[in-house]
């Protein structure tokens, strides 16, 4: 029995994204991941006594640039605090982030559910802080728990972060899923931030609560925490749905909480006890002065802002006639669907290019652990030409992948493999024919069960002609030719 | 208001300082005849006053975005308590 | 011929003349100190190999006649409290003791490249929270003019250090009055400079939108070239002003006839020593005399400037003094076996009693249910008193009032009683708060042979009217070439 259709999910996701300026959000440290411990540190982001923070314009420009895409006020007035409490990856002892002022606030992400319905996920802030740096813990176990000591390293310490917190908005776990891949793909277009979710780039937390469907007040919210991919958030999000109904239906109480989600053992489990009641003090941060943002600033960013995925995806379809999966997929990075499009201005093609993209090309980048398409040495034009020497009928469906290959190791153009290796499909009827005499000769019994009645046998003819040629001879000719032999 | 002893207990655990019992005796004392010095400002309606977090009425202070040599991270080893492997090293955390 | 006793203004005389060498200098200060200081105990460090090596370069450079500036050569002391790269900087902290910055303060290397020496750390209250330098973790400083009494505080190390002769000058920091107050205790002359004007980058921060370092000199001359040196815009601290940076010292005559002088009637109210406010008077008395305006004026909210300060400043503090939790640096208890432990005993080992007394009240004003109560309400208040100060100065240009209440007083007398040591800044603290600049000259002297000091008050930014004002006063008259007898 399916317990859940008694249930509302009432879903919220916190999103930390990592902005990829080049420097840290109030020092002139790198912003870069994977160095050697403690590498990228200065006064200012170790929070040494006396130093002073100084404001990153860029962070405030990309921050600007992300309210704007998710239909947020940007504040005219803005400014930081000081977030206080106590932990080793926390140098001074304080955040520098924003209270009540955010940077972006009242917003909203478009996202489009599998059964093709539109749905808005409210956005209730968006704001700058700087983030930690790493805590490595010494064990034996690898538990974080069972911990004994630990290393910092303050190389992250002090990157800028926005934090971006929904409404309550969503339902179901997979719906958190689309929200999650489409604020990505949002993100990434507008290139503030790598949103890479293994190296943390991207981090996700999240309140779940479930109440009897018809009921108004809300549930008794749980915070998960410690999920490192999309996926994983929809399956910490599923389990702990089925444990609160689980709870519920037993009669017994849902506890306010924060649980880690345990990826190997695919549940979530109580923090309890391991954390304290927070008082985080905030006040205004009396070391950096307030931030004013103008029209003029916004107007200007606005213009930088590109055609944004869902928007893409809804034009790929009308104007190229493309089914909605090849368009979501196309437009989910915006490389990709820059590509497509120029695959398509060569060749005319839509389809074709949307199958060759979607089939061959990213089924080879994900082999190779190739996330940018700009980083394969297949260039559009090239992708493009390959379609219409298919559609010319210069080579046939099966050369063209063995030139496909060939081009996505050498980069080379398409004519030139197909001269070199002498690709070009044979659509000479006489040449056929010759095959033809040749293979008929040679399988008499097979051409007499044909004529039996066996049709079968006609496909094993064909690829016997095919074999010969090295696939070069046109199919749909030799399949025409060698029926008229056979029944002559 | 009186500043208790518990909440000399509360607000010692914020700041993370140990207090000794008689310290929360006397820091209850000293802290509450300050607290009670400075509820004279409820003798002031400030309902219409906007307040003065920053010095000054400055705006906009920000820096480009390019990079600066950072330290050499042993001139930062050298005051600290314990490194080992790049890392500063602390106690079990929960 | 005693080096030691001579000003800036002197000593560069001799300098560029050649008459002297940097190094002499040094000798002389170095002796003084050896023979005095242990007495007065100003110094917490000296830095003797790092003065002569400063002296070898000021000396090539004056061989040379290559960038020449009037610091050029001349041996100055610092505060414990401004970062100098590999060289012990504590805060008078036990917490710090030993702790050595990989940086350098901005004031710090803008002196060092006009060619400056520096002598040595100075003695202060532990993290500058006091007004006697008793707080100090590692001993008192005495006043030289009575080794019974404190210097004031919590630059106390630098205002009797240059009352004794223990160096040329020296660079103080003031929060609530942390220059002035010492500097008036003392008999020398002590600028706090308007909050922006100075850069705070490497000053070990107590309450951010407070702290301002400041010149503490023997005149006002010398006090008006150091100014000059270290202000102006610093793009690695966000809160100091653009505003172009005057010489100070070119130009100190002034005609004062042209000045209004405000008597606020709230900073001469019972409680204040006879002799102070004597003296005081008197010097107003001089300035109308010479023909300046004196206009009696009200800044009402006076008396509750001291409790917004004991709101706004802990809060901060116990902000700033978070991340003193043996992770990085600092004292640590090796011993706590899981975090907490370790930043609790940390902190408790290396605090004093009145640094957690603050970082407490601080905690409490800022926690949950209070805010806005306590540190909103502060800063409004904050609001009333600066409007206090913009409303006087429509009328008048600079404020004269006594810069504390009384002459120094007995090393024990108040250090119980945090509240009647707080009051000690009572006048310091409502321009503070306004981030105006304020100066302390000698006024005079109280029975007891201990220096009086005089306040005046500027316009934000307006630090040459108080350098002209005062300088008018110094020509005239001799307290502030009165030396102590330290026996």
Redesign the interface.
Known sequence: MDLKKNYETVIGLEVHVELNTKTKAFCGCMNKFGEEPNTFICPVCLGLPGSLPVINFEMVRRAVKIGLVLNCMISDITKFDRKNYYYPDLPKAYQISQYDTPIAKNGFVEIINKDGSKKKIGIIRAHMEEDAGKLLHLTKTGQIGEAEESLVDYNRAGVPLIEIVSAPDIRTPEEAYIYLKTLRAILRYIDVSDCNMEEGSFRCDANISVRKKGEEKLGVKVEIKNMNSFRNVQKALEYEEQRQIQLLENGQKIIQETRLWDANKEKTFSMRGKEEAHDYRYFPEPDLPPIEISKEMINEIKKEIPELPVVKAQRFIKEYDLPEYDAFLLTEEKETADFFENVVKVCGEPKLSSNWIMVELLAKMNQDNIKNINEIKIKPEDLGNLILLIKKGTISGKIAKEVFTEMYKTGKDPEKIVNEKGLIQITDSKIIEEVIDKVISANQKIVDDIKGGKEKGIGFLVGQVMKETKGKANPQLVNELLKSKIYK | MAILKKDVEYIAHLSRLNVSEDEKEEYSKQLSNIIQHIERLNELNTDNVEPTYYALDIKNVFREDKIEESIDKEKVFNSAPLIEKNGFKVPKII | MELFKLTIEELHKQLIEKKVKPSEILDSIYKRIESVDPKIKAYLLLTKELAYNMAKKAEEKIMKNENITELTGIPVAIKD???LEGVP?T?AAKM?E??????T?TVLERLKDAGAVFLGKLNMDEYAFGSSTENSSFFPTRNPWDLERVPGGSSGGSAAAVAADLCIAALGSDTGGSIKQPAALCGITGLKPT??RVS??????F????DQIGPMTKTIKDNAILLKYIAGKD?????T?DIKVIDFAENLECDIKKFKIGIPKEYFIEGIQDEVKENVLSAIEFFRKKGAQIIDISLP?T??A???Y??IAP??A??NL?????????L?D?E??????????S??KG?GKET??R???G??V???GY?DA???????????I?QDFNFAFEKVDVIITPTSPTTAFKIGEKISD??TM?LSDIFTIAPNLA?LPGISIPCGFDKNNLPIGLQIIGK?FKEDDLYKIAYLYQKETNWHLKKPDIN
């Open positions: 409290n401004m970062c900087t805060c710090l030993g702790y050595k910055p990989p940086y303060a909050y922006g705070r980058y490497g000053l070990i921060a309450a951010s939108s407070l793009k690695k601290d966000s809160t002003a909210h008396d509750y001291i409790d917004v004991y709101i809060a901060e116990s902000s978070a991340r003193f939790d043996g992770v990085q640096y600092g640590r090796t706590a076996e899981n975090i907490i432990d370790m930043y609790k005993n902190r408790q605090f957690k007394r970082i407490m009240l905690t409490y800022l926690s949950s805010y306590y540190y909103k309400k502060a800063q409004k208040v904050r609001t009333l600066k945090p509240l707080y981030a934000p």
